[in-house]
């Protein structure tokens, strides 16, 4: 943290902002292999939007990095579901405990940064009000959120842009939520939607493939 006298932290990063947590908890990944439970102490237990928001970034980017999507995914899941509900953050010890490694998952959150700092300086506070506040629209932002991490988990993973629209998705409910943004909320929730087109396209694509070549087989015996 930052001295009263003025000094800088030791680090360099300012962890007042919101790409401040995340850079730190960049700078601070343990070497070798990183843990949700390791992320989850990085950022702090305080803020789960920013942890949601952390653990998309690593979509940002045409790197693979084995393991992520399950883990990651099923975080943001149980961070949705627990806003959902009102219920402390709870994830079972087989994902807090899952290793990743710490090398190319750092790699990949750097690159996706830069993205991140400019989303974060193109949102506005108090834009569409209406969208950010209030019960219902509570309610029906935080499903999104559950949504984005459902669809992120989906088994497409090796199809263009299967994991980084619904990583969008939940990237941008989580700065709306964060800075009251409705605009951002509302981006969310389109890309969502998309999604869910996009996904019934590959769906419907591929059971006119697989038809074809039942049929073609078919003829041929």
């Not at 439970?37 to 990095?65: D, H, K």
């Amino acid at each position: 943290m930052e001295e009263a006298h003025g000094k800088q932290p030791a680090d360099g990063v300012d962890k007042g902002t919101i790409a401040g947590k995340m850079e730190s908890a960049i700078l601070h990944l343990p070497s070798g292999c990183v843990t949700l439970c390791e992320i989850r102490s990085l950022i702090g237990r305080e803020g789960l939007l920013v942890l949601a928001a952390f653990l998309t970034l690593v979509f940002l980017v045409p790197v693979s990095v084995p393991g992520v999507s399950t883990v990651f995914g099923a975080g943001i899941l149980l961070i949705g579901a627990c806003r959902l509900f009102g219920k402390e953050l709870w994830v079972p010890a087989f994902l807090l405990n899952r290793k990743i490694p710490s090398e190319k998952l750092a790699g990949a959150l750097r690159k996706a940064m830069a993205f991140f700092r400019r989303l974060e300086r193109l949102s506005r506070p108090g834009r569409l009000a209406c969208v950010a506040s209030g019960r219902p629209v509570g309610f029906m932002n935080d499903g999104g959120l559950v949504l984005g991490a459902v669809l992120l988990m989906m088994p497409f993973g090796l199809v263009p842009f299967s994991n980084t629209l619904p990583a969008l998705a939940v990237l941008f409910l989580a700065i709306g939520l964060l800075q009251r943004d409705g605009l951002c909320i509302l981006v969310g929730h389109l890309i969502n939607l998309a999604t869910i087109v996009y996904f019934g396209f590959l769906i419907a694509a591929g059971t006119v493939v697989f038809t074809a070549v039942l049929k073609f087989f078919g003829r041929g015996s």
